[in-house]
């Protein structure tokens, strides 16, 4: 029987990069999950409040546009990130894709749905640099630093 993998994914290289780790380094009978965390910026798109400033209403509607395109993206990198397992020989049957809105932040997330039932979790290391990632600490290092219970794979 296969792993149970968590794939924390977001439409950059280093996710894209992750996958292709997976494809190469696990069993084909694992069961993966590619999961994305969105933020959730909503609220800035419903705000109508008489003392907002024509700027900030016409800067509004272009950031709420933007956000509905980046959700575009993410959606077809998770597709092409799912084609990618299957061309590698992954049971399509196999690999789930789930996409939310944050509900405390990206870390804390992932760090929940890691805990509901993974063997591993696999995580691509953005490239920031090493003073940056120990004084500000990136997704990556949060989750490392805090998940339990669950074998961790970083792809760098």
Do not use: W
């Amino acid at each position: 029987m296969g792993k149970r993998l968590l794939i924390a994914f977001d439409d950059s290289k280093n996710a894209m990069r992750a996958v292709e780790s997976v494809a190469t380094f696990f069993d084909r009978d694992s069961h993966l999950t590619l999961f994305h965390v969105a933020q959730d910026s909503s609220a800035l798109c419903r705000m109508n409040s008489p003392e907002l400033t024509p700027l900030f209403k016409h800067e509004q509607s272009e950031f709420c546009s933007l956000e509905d395109k980046k959700r575009e993206l993410v959606v077809s990198a998770l597709q092409k990130a799912r084609q990618t397992l299957v061309g590698s020989g992954f049971d399509e049957n196999n690999i789930a894709i789930k996409h939310e809105k944050a509900m405390h932040s990206v870390a804390r997330d992932i760090i929940n749905e890691a805990a509901s039932n993974y063997d591993v979790l696999v995580l691509g290391k953005r490239g920031i640099s090493g003073i940056r990632d120990f004084l500000f600490g990136g997704t990556t290092q949060k989750v490392i630093n805090n998940v339990d219970n669950v074998s961790v794979f970083i792809v760098n």
